[in-house]
């Protein structure tokens, strides 16, 4: 009876520990969205335009005799296209506000890269820096939440960005690599070229609140840290032998059916 209670009040602190984590994840995913605001709006902004446009030239189309079908299927073909990006924007952000318990699901981390990156891209023009993927060719599949996966990389890429633009001029090309190790795990690392971590920090930095940014709250490498460990992985940061930092996670591939 004893062990019974003593399972019981273990597995109840477990499933609290779980919920108060998805919590924070949760927080620090909308503080992020709040931050990319005008990237964002300038994302939308782009295939709304668009489909203006070209939503205006098909009407002055129907006045030309004869008209000319095949130029307008092709503004149609434009504004479906447009629509889609839009479309896209919109459920990636719904995705990254969802709050939830972890949906485990069987996903390529290459495309979850890509998809991270466009969400970024507006404000990787803004920041003038450039962000290179240098990806597995083949699918990387990991086992894991796809949007928890998702904010890690977000979190990774949104600090290899601040620390590239503190950078004083030079090379602000950020790359994203993925690739299987061999050892049944799967490995991802962001390599900036910006000032690098001080030293005595590379551990530090995955600490709640420990942040070097002005008005940073020290939270997003902390989650980013919970979230890989809770998939069963390990995060890690080190300094670049000629200049910047490269993050660091591995995830383990899933286990394969006989």
């Known amino acids: 009876m004893v062990s019974h209670t003593e399972v019981t009040e273990r597995k109840r602190a477990e499933v609290q520990a779980e919920r108060s984590r998805q919590e924070l994840a949760h927080f620090t995913r909308v503080s992020t969205m709040g931050e990319l605001t005008a990237s964002l709006a300038h994302e939308l902004r782009q295939p709304l335009t668009g489909i203006m446009t070209n939503a205006q030239a098909a009407r002055r189309f129907l006045d030309v005799v004869p008209l000319d079908i095949v130029e307008l299927r092709n503004i149609l073909a434009d ?61 990387v599949i990991v086992n894991g939440d796809r949007v928890q996966l998702e904010q890690v990389v977000l979190n990774l890429l949104i600090n290899a960005m601040d620390s590239a633009a503190e950078a004083p001029g030079g090379d602000r090309t950020i790359v994203v690599r993925t690739q299987t190790d061999g050892n049944m795990a799967v490995h991802v690392a962001v390599q900036d070229a910006g000032m690098g971590l001080r030293e005595g920090t590379q551990e530090r930095v995955f600490e709640p609140f420990f942040t070097t940014k002005p008005a940073g709250m020290g939270m997003g490498l902390s989650v980013s840290k919970s979230i890989i460990e809770a998939h069963g992985g390990a995060i890690w940061a080190a300094n670049n032998p000629a200049r910047g930092a490269t993050f660091h996670f591995s995830l383990p591939e899933p286990t394969k059916r006989s």
């Not at 709050?99 to 507006?122: F, Q, Y």
């Open 79 to 139: 504004i479906i296209a447009d629509d889609r990006r839009a479309a896209d924007v919109i459920q990636r952000l719904r995705d990254m506000l969802r709050k939830g318990e972890r949906r485990l699901t069987l996903l390529d981390i290459n495309d979850l890269i890509r998809g991270v990156s466009r969400l970024l891209s507006s404000d990787a023009v803004i920041r003038n820096v450039v962000v290179a993927l240098e990806l597995a060719p083949e699918p």
